[in-house]
Nanobody, 127 residues
Framework: QVQLVESGGGSVQAGGSLRLSCAAS????????MGWFRQAPGKEREGVATVLTGYSNLRYADSVKGRFTISRDNAKNTLSLQMNSLKPEDTAMYYC????????????????????WGQGTQVTVSS
């Protein structure tokens, strides 16, 4: 089972930027869904952005469209999330995840399809 390790979280002021990175311990083949999810205290985990490995299929939550960019580096076996124009409501623990099997079409933004999860990295945005 592939292990995922997130990094890059921290504390920033509103309007600032952060770049999250997720390193995978083993190969992740093509047509797997990888994504970033977040969970704020007292709230359910929600999808932020997803990508279908080997393809340009990207999906974003409406709340982050135009501000966040997900990218996959196959050579480095990493998944990144560039977060710009951060808002206090972006404060949450951010998780990287990947599906166990291959996927056809766009990757789901819901967490139900993802079986491998990292430990998370905290992002705090102050006003």
């Amino acid at each position: 089972q592939v292990q995922l390790v997130e990094s890059g979280g921290g504390s920033v002021q509103a309007g600032g930027s952060l770049r999250l990175s997720c390193a995978a311990s083993g190969p992740i083949g093509s047509r797997r869904c990888m994504g970033w999810f977040r969970q704020a205290p007292g709230k359910e985990r929600e999808g932020v952005a997803t990508v279908l490995t080997g393809y340009s299929n990207l999906r974003y939550a409406d709340s982050v469209k135009g501000r966040f960019t997900i990218s996959r580096d196959n050579a480095k076996n990493t998944l990144s999330l560039q977060m710009n124009s951060l808002k206090p409501e972006d404060t949450a623990m951010y998780y990287c995840a990947v599906t166990a099997g291959t996927w056809v079409g766009g990757c789901p933004i819901g967490s139900y399809a993802y079986s491998n999860w990292g430990q998370g990295t905290q992002v705090t945005v102050s006003s």
